[in-house]
């Protein structure tokens, strides 16, 4: 049977929210149907700023890396710029056939977990998550950093509040995901165009006809003019690593598949292409215009920032892409939003996290890996206080090692269903995994004592985790017997317990429910040792009254209300046997006004908190208005 | 019927407490039997530092007063600090007898609230009531703030963290006061031992052979050495009037009768006597002084300060002393914690504050009423930023109000009782009205614009919400019939509604219980409109099961699970007739250790609290441990 549900009535009808849902609800929007998903869904365009800045805006960080490294080995040596960003881009290449691949194969997102967990089996499904888990947490917590950072440098008034800064605009972008993906893409979808159309312009104007090229850059070089160093293999592989930070984020889309439109795997297809080209691009670009204009490390000068000088000179467009790109940095914070709660999600149906994340919000989000992001992200800006720089060596590893498990996963794949070409397939996605695992390699190695350390314990931990999760869902399940038919019910005798304080109309309600619900009934209440006269008294009320329930009063040396009825509950349940169930009815008055409640001396609350952990005993507590105490009695009166 | 209670058991009995409630039960002590209520309560001497601190330290500011509004007519008006001073002492001594009348008279405590309450009516008796809760509250701030600055005076490193020390302290005194007065009392007692001796020492060494005479004191003297003005009688008013300042204080003892050791009157009388005493002597000494070392106003130094440098010159008798002065100023707060617990219990017995105010706790002391001055103490220091400058003209207003009703109240006490000599009692007493009044009066007036108009609007708004809880009360008491015998309970019958996501053994367990409970059960599932399939095969497991039970199954076009259920319950509500009470049971898994409670989706708390405004419903969370799902299905296999 199939009964009425809420489809007749509208979402807003919900019975006298208070002030603060009503702000929250204005915050958040209104709760969504499910035919309405569509509204929260994105398209490719929107999954850009969506789940595509972490990857697009490390075009400022990772033409930077390979300059670095190789400027330590002199100025012959920056000619390795542009052989080295290509074969990052040739591995880009390489992921993203791979993770449109993934898409295609594991609709329901989580990227390099569903790959591992299907081909690898549940261990290195396991590191895939915990990898990716920590490594989108750093990613929330870097950009925003980064992003307040660059604010701060502009404005150095605003230095003493950074940590304030961060936790506000972690605060926004909680909101707006909790909204919703699709909202939120649409806020961050200016300035994503502005930047990308920005750089893609400085990019060309530079390779066709530079305006700056006789600019005098400021600072100082910081790159010996003699080679210093041989340029050995070993060189050539932690530039080739430093640089490949640039790739972080491209696994995103495939993590948050469930987010798109229908046809889903198509528009996710579409934008993980999307953010391949671009993102190739502009890497490439910016390595041919390092060639060109013979770009070396700077003191207070980025590498992006001398070839844009070079490009189109100091003027407005250089401002202008500049700022685009510090707003973006700090919007790349979102891909973890996109990513981790549908991550989450598949890790809740798997019962390595709890439930709760399996379940949509009412604005149809994972809200609860929304909010767990937000309060472990705001945790780790205030212990870090803001500042990056003990974040930024942790970074990527935990991207890396989801690539190589996402891409070796793929080769087993290829192995076991054997489609046309499979064997071609195989090859670029075995190559892919030789490449980023020795990139992991390279960068655990090469950052190990600044910090990678702590992926190498924390992995380890989440995992363990994930499998005591797991170990106590199954015993739950053993225990309630999932999937079996269960034993018949039963009905049985039922002990009301009544904590009373006087005899008036309250009682009389209360004394009535329970002699509807049970089939005992005993009222209990308590005496203080030096309120003499106050028993006899209501022992003699209670007699006058005459109802036909027995009362125990409880004399108290204590002025605890609670304790006498605990352990007369104790005492009860060894005297009486035969009883299926014991039931502690706490009477509240509620108050037709709010502000009424505080007149009310709220021992119910203190009383059900006290009972609520005692297994063989069930609290309901009985709301009563006064209106119905009224009309209690004087229904009975006219019966 | 008498039943067992706590009376054999040891009182740490309690089921498991947390962490935070064992630092609490270490913070406030173990809980205390009513026959140990003499280990709570205090002796004279005790009841100095508890009660008396606020009137003895007064000798600070006091003469100071006096000094200051006469010192702006020339150095010839400082000969009247002597006679000012004798006035004051002998309407001291008219206030301690009068107020020793009043401990006699009105043994419940509540001083000037019970006398015109008895007296002078209720409305008297509020506005008195009213008075004495700012004025206490103020006392509070402003005592703190004063010992705190003295405090940052001496280390000035400190200053920025004014306002945290203040709370510091504040949180101090009301985990002592939680505890009970006579631990805090004694905890105070050294202190206030080193004061008055002390000081006493300081006033007879200053006496018979001054130490420091040809002391040349620092600063610059502030008086004019021609007389700027005549000395006329509103000069010697100010004068009086700011001098009364001192008395302030005095009324304690008074309230807070029930807090000594019995027998009480007798006890309080003798702290009233004492600290009459103590205080009389301090005034007229350093008044004596005054005019001997020809004391005036000084830039940088109190008047105190420069009677002890004087007496016993600048070594370690001047700093014990003054150290031991910024202590006690600090620990004067503690006046309003003994006297304003008392007068809320009163007043909440006479229902002018909520009910709650008159319970004692664990600890057998008016614990609500602390908690409630430490918050509203911490709130003003948190708003004047631990700056007693903007509350100081607002202080003594109402201890002043409140000397004058309970004078008031005594004449009319006389004339009603007429005992022995009542003419002579009731001209101290009118003697005693009359002054305090015209004190009150000039009070107001002179410090009306600085914020006295403070005072004037919180006592009525006090009395208004003293008034509108008072008529809360008897309507609740008329709805309850409080007093008449109420109509016979009546059982009726009983629908349980129990919301169910599954059929297994919880399942089973739950409807055996709701068999049990109710004449008819309904089960009711929620279901989502995108999560096709889920319904139907919930559908077949419960007829597979076949418990004899509906099941509604709800089909919801939001991801909401409580609103269904809500329009559930309206609609049914609407539908069915008849039944005595409607209850919801919800299934709670327990888990045997706390850190698996986030494993489960507490669904039963969202669920819970959306339920728990309906009147017609109740809600009963059944709580069910792993081990009882497995005891009960094994026991019932064996029927």
New interface residues.
């Given amino acids: 049977?199939?009964?009425?549900?809420?489809?007749a009535?509208r979402?807003g009808d919900?019975?006298?929210p208070s002030v603060a849902s009503s702000v929250w609800r204005v915050l958040i929007g209104r709760?969504?149907?499910?035919?309405e998903?569509r509204h929260g869904q994105i398209t490719p365009l929107e999954g850009l700023p969506a789940l595509s800045l972490d990857a697009l805006t490390s075009v400022a960080y990772g033409p930077e890396a390979i300059v670095l490294v190789l400027g330590t080995a002199g100025v012959a040596a920056l000619h390795l710029v542009l052989p080295i960003t290509i074969s990052i881009v040739v591995l880009l290449a390489l992921l993203v056939i791979s993770y449109r691949q993934v898409i295609d194969g594991y609709p329901h997102g989580g990227g390099a977990y569903a790959v591992a967990r299907a081909n690898l089996g549940n261990g290195a499904a396991q590191v895939a998550a915990a990898s990716l888990v920590v490594d989108y947490t750093l990613t929330v917590a870097v950009s925003i950093a980064a992003g307040i950072a660059s604010l701060t440098s502009a404005f150095p008034a605003l230095t003493h509040a950074t940590v304030p800064l961060c936790l506000a605009e972690l605060a926004l972008l909680t909101i707006l995901n909790l909204r919703g993906l699709g909202e939120t893409a649409r806020a961050f979808l200016l300035p994503t165009v502005v930047f990308i159309v920005g750089l893609l312009a400085v990019i060309a104007i530079g390779m066709i006809h530079p305006l700056g090229t006789h600019l005098t850059q400021p600072g100082q070089s910081l790159t010996p003019t003699v080679d210093l160093a041989p340029v050995g293999v070993l060189l050539i592989l932690k530039a080739f690593s430093a640089g490949c930070s640039a790739l972080t984020g491209v696994e995103a889309i495939a993590n948050g598949v469930p987010l798109f439109r229908p046809p889903r795997q198509a528009r996710a297809k579409q934008t993980e292409l999307m953010l391949g080209v671009l993102l190739g691009v502009m890497l490439l670009g910016l390595a041919v215009l390092v060639d060109k204009f013979h770009v070396g490390p700077r003191s207070g000068q980025t590498v992006l920032s001398q070839v844009m000088a070079y490009s189109v000179g100091r003027g407005w467009v250089y401002y202008i892409v500049s700022l685009s790109i510090t707003v973006v940095l700090g919007l790349a914070a979102n891909t973890s939003f996109g990513g981790l709660p549908v991550l989450a999600s598949l890790l809740a149906r798997d019962h390595y996290l709890?439930?709760?994340f399996a379940?949509?919000?009412?604005r149809?989000v994972f809200s609860k890996g929304v909010w767990a992001l937000g309060i472990v992200a705001a945790a780790l800006l205030v212990v870090v206080r803001g500042n990056t720089n003990t974040l930024i060596p942790l970074f990527a590893i935990g991207v890396f090692i989801s690539f190589t498990l996402a891409q070796t996963g793929m080769v087993v794949h290829w192995r076991s269903a054997r489609p046309a070409h499979w064997k071609r397939k195989a090859t670029v996605n075995g190559t892919g995994a030789v490449v980023t695992a020795i990139a992991t390699i390279v960068f655990l190695i090469s950052k190990f004592v600044e910090g990678a350390w702590v992926v190498v314990v924390a992995v380890p931990l989440l995992i363990l985790l994930f499998q005591r999760?797991r170990a106590?869902?199954q015993?739950?399940s053993g225990?309630?017997?999932?999937g079996?038919?269960?034993?018949?019910?039963?009905?049985?005798?039922?002990l009301v317990v009544v904590p009373v304080n006087?005899?008036?109309?309250?009682?009389?309600y209360v004394?009535?429910?329970?002699?509807?619900?049970?089939d005992e009934v005993v009222a209990?209440a308590?005496t203080?040792?030096?309120e003499s006269g106050s028993?006899a008294e209501l022992?003699q009320q209670w007699n006058?009254?005459?109802?036909?329930?027995?009362?125990?009063?409880?004399?108290?040396?204590?002025?605890?209300v609670v304790?006498?009825i605990?352990?007369?509950l104790d005492?009860l349940q060894r005297q009486e046997e035969g009883f299926?169930?014991t039931?502690v009815?706490i009477p509240v008055?509620?108050?037709t006004k709010w502000r009424?409640r505080?007149?009310?001396?709220?021992l119910d609350l203190v009383l059900s908190a006290a009972l609520?952990?005692?297994?063989e005993?069930?609290?309901?507590?009985?709301?009563?208005?006064?209106?119905?105490?009224?009309r209690a009695?004087t229904r009975?009166?006219a019966e």
């Fill in positions: 049977m199939s009964g009425g549900g809420d489809s009535g979402p919900a019975p006298r709760p969504l149907k499910s035919s998903a709890p439930h709760a379940l949509r919000g009412d149809l999760i106590y869902y015993r739950l225990v309630l017997a999932i079996e038919v269960p034993p018949p019910p039963h009905a049985g005798r039922v006087g005899v008036n109309r309250l009682t009389s004394i009535s429910e329970a002699l509807s619900i049970g209990v308590v203080f040792s030096d028993e022992e006058d009254w005459n109802c036909g329930v027995r009362l125990v009063t409880l004399r108290s040396q204590y002025h605890s304790r006498p605990l352990r007369f005492a299926e169930a039931i009815l008055i509620r108050p009424h505080a007149l009310h001396n709220q609520q952990d005692r297994p005993v069930s609290v309901a507590r009985i709301p009563v208005t006064i209106d119905q105490l009224e009695s009975r009166g």
